[in-house]
T-cell receptor, first 115, second 114 residues
Framework: GAGVSQSPSNKVTEKGKDVELRCDPI?????LYWYRQSLGQGLEFLIY????????KSGLPSDRFSAERTGGSVSTLTIQRTQQEDSAVYLCASSLENYRVEKLFFGSGTQLSVL | GDSVTQMEGPVTLSEEAFLTINCTYTATGYPSLFWYVQYPGEGLQLLLKATKADDKGSNKGFEATYRKETTSFHLEKGSVQVSDSAVYFCALSDPTGGGNKLTFGTGTQLKVEL
């Protein structure tokens, strides 16, 4: 597709369950970001992938959160043993390496609700 | 650490009114500054940017000037339209942190009514 695609658009889960959120970046974009948008909060940086380099995981809030990027394209964000405070919109963004944050393209996000 | 503070919303205006959304920042280095906009049902998209002091970013009638002395980057538009209704996010990218991620404010929802 032409833009960054995220799935599912909405996810409702029970506390303690694991969830996987998927991001398909724009074809050819080597940089991929995950952000979280909680109610009343700004967008919180979670993790950043750049090509074959080690990801920058400095924003992951706990070891229940992990992410991988297979083949330099699709990325999956996994949250284990979900808690109610994990409820948020999870946003994915991608960019061409040369532009870094200057040309970030965002997906529409996954609304996660933990009951 | 780096941070961005922007005025809380929602901001409700009548069409053709003047808009100001305040944004101030703190950063270790000399950041680049951005305004992103999120229209209903869409992903965030870059509205405008400025990379050095006194630069003015502009797009779609919106403007913001990088003010180093007041560490501000306020968003303005002279005459808003209903189609401007969206959530606006101020953000910075700090080169001392590698420049590879954005720090966002909490967002300000704008509602424009006829």
């Amino acid at each position: 597709g032409a833009g960054v695609s995220q799935s599912p658009s909405n996810k409702v889960t029970e506390k303690g369950k694991d969830v996987e959120l998927r991001c398909d970046p724009i074809s050819g974009h080597t940089a991929l970001y995950w952000y979280r948008q909680s109610l009343g909060q700004g967008l919180e940086f979670l993790i950043y992938f750049q090509g074959n380099s080690a990801p920058d995981k400095s924003g992951l809030p706990s070891d229940r959160f992990s992410a991988e990027r297979t083949g330099g394209s699709v990325s999956t964000l996994t949250i284990q043993r979900t808690q109610q405070e994990d409820s948020a919109v999870y946003l994915c963004a991608s960019s061409l390496e040369n532009y870094r944050v200057e040309k970030l393209f965002f997906g529409s996000g996954t609304q996660l609700s933990v009951l | 650490g780096d941070s961005v503070t922007q005025m809380e919303g929602p901001v409700t205006l009548s069409e053709e009114a003047f808009l100001t959304i305040n944004c101030t920042y703190t950063a270790t280095g000399y950041p680049s500054l951005f305004w992103y906009v999120q229209y209903p049902g869409e992903g965030l998209q870059l509205l405008l940017k400025a990379t050095k002091a006194d630069d003015k970013g502009s797009n779609k009638g919106f403007e913001a000037t990088y003010r180093k002395e007041t560490t501000s980057f306020h968003l303005e538009k002279g005459s808003v339209q209903v189609s401007d209704s969206a959530v606006y996010f101020c953000a910075l990218s700090d080169p001392t942190g590698g420049g590879n991620k954005l720090t966002f404010g909490t967002g300000t929802q704008l509602k424009v009514e006829l």
